[in-house]
């Protein structure tokens, strides 16, 4: 992959303004990107570098087969999507938690009750969970979104989702009744270009770790 270009993969977003926000400071140009435009692929030419606007999930996928070198996106859909790449730098920003959520009345119930259904958007971190780490057999439920409602309806009686500030939680009546992992956006590279362009990914890696790391101070 000898290219011209290195190709970053952003997650659309959040994570991608928080990304470009990095890369506008390490003097990219980028700003574009955080326009209303429906472009999903950007230059900056004096760099050689591309920018690609791709859905959270597709990040790991581009990575791993080489489309692009680089990815920028949360661990949640690293663990969920479990390619075969290289998880390189946690840039610490995105940062909130995968938990099991519910009822506080599911709280005594979750380590003793079989076949239990549980609703997630990240089918693969709910599996690994309950039934790889804590042996417990569970039907596992796939959903796409407002997870929170499966415990209200009945479709459920517990979640695997994301929490950020709890707000989601709180205002549909559930609590968290363990914590999976703690979770951040991760830069991933692709394991031919960590090779093929290793002087350029290790400059960009150190670039932006000592960015995030002014940016947190
Ligand atoms: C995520 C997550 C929770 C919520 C957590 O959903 O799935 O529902 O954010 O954030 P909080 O703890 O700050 O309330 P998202 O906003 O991506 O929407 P979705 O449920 O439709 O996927």
């Given at each position: 992959?000898?290219?011209?270009?290195?190709?970053?993969?952003?997650a659309?977003?959040?994570?991608?303004?928080?990304?470009?926000?990095?890369?506008?400071?390490?003097?990219?140009?980028?700003?574009?990107?955080?326009?209303?435009?429906?472009?999903?692929?950007?230059?900056?030419?004096?760099?050689?570098?591309?920018?690609?606007?791709?859905k959270a999930g597709d990040v790991p996928t581009?990575?791993?087969?080489?489309?692009?070198?680089?990815?920028?996106?949360?661990?949640?859909t690293?663990?969920e999507e479990?390619?075969?790449?290289?998880?390189?730098?946690?840039?610490?920003?995105?940062?909130?938690?995968?938990?099991?959520?519910?009822?506080?009345?599911?709280?005594?119930?979750?380590?003793?009750?079989?076949?239990?259904?549980?609703?997630?958007?990240?089918?693969?971190?709910?599996?690994?969970?309950?039934?790889?780490?804590?042996?417990?057999?569970?039907?596992?439920?796939?959903?796409?979104?407002?997870?929170?409602?499966?415990?209200?309806?009945?479709?459920?009686?517990?979640?695997?989702?994301?929490?950020?500030?709890?707000?989601?939680?709180?205002?549909?009546?559930?609590?968290?009744?363990?914590?999976?992992?703690?979770?951040?956006?991760?830069?991933?590279?692709?394991?031919?270009?960590?090779?093929?362009?290793?002087?350029?990914?290790?400059?960009?890696?150190?670039?932006?770790?000592?960015?995030?790391?002014?940016?947190?101070?």
């Amino acid at each position: 992959m000898a290219e011209k270009y290195l190709t970053i993969a952003l997650a659309k977003g959040r994570l991608a303004e928080l990304s470009v926000e990095i890369f506008m400071k390490l003097g990219y140009d980028c700003a574009e990107m955080l326009t209303k435009t429906r472009k999903l692929i950007f230059t900056d030419e004096a760099r050689e570098v591309r920018f690609l606007l791709v859905k959270a999930g597709d990040v790991p996928t581009y990575v791993e087969y080489g489309a692009a070198d680089v990815g920028i996106v949360g661990r949640d859909t690293i663990l969920e999507e479990g390619r075969n790449l290289y998880e390189m730098l946690d840039l610490g920003f995105g940062k909130c938690r995968m938990c099991v959520c519910g009822s506080e009345e599911m709280r005594e119930k979750l380590s003793s009750t079989s076949g239990l259904r549980v609703a997630s958007k990240y089918p693969e971190i709910a599996r690994d969970y309950f039934i790889s780490k804590k042996n417990i057999n569970v039907e596992i439920i796939k959903l796409n979104g407002s997870v929170e409602l499966a415990p209200i309806t009945g479709l459920s009686e517990v979640i695997v989702d994301i929490v950020e500030s709890g707000k989601t939680l709180e205002e549909n009546g559930l609590t968290v009744l363990e914590e999976v992992c703690p979770l951040s956006a991760r830069l991933i590279v692709n394991r031919v270009s960590a090779k093929m362009e290793s002087a350029r990914i290790k400059s960009l890696v150190s670039e932006i770790r000592k960015t995030v790391e002014e940016m947190s101070e």
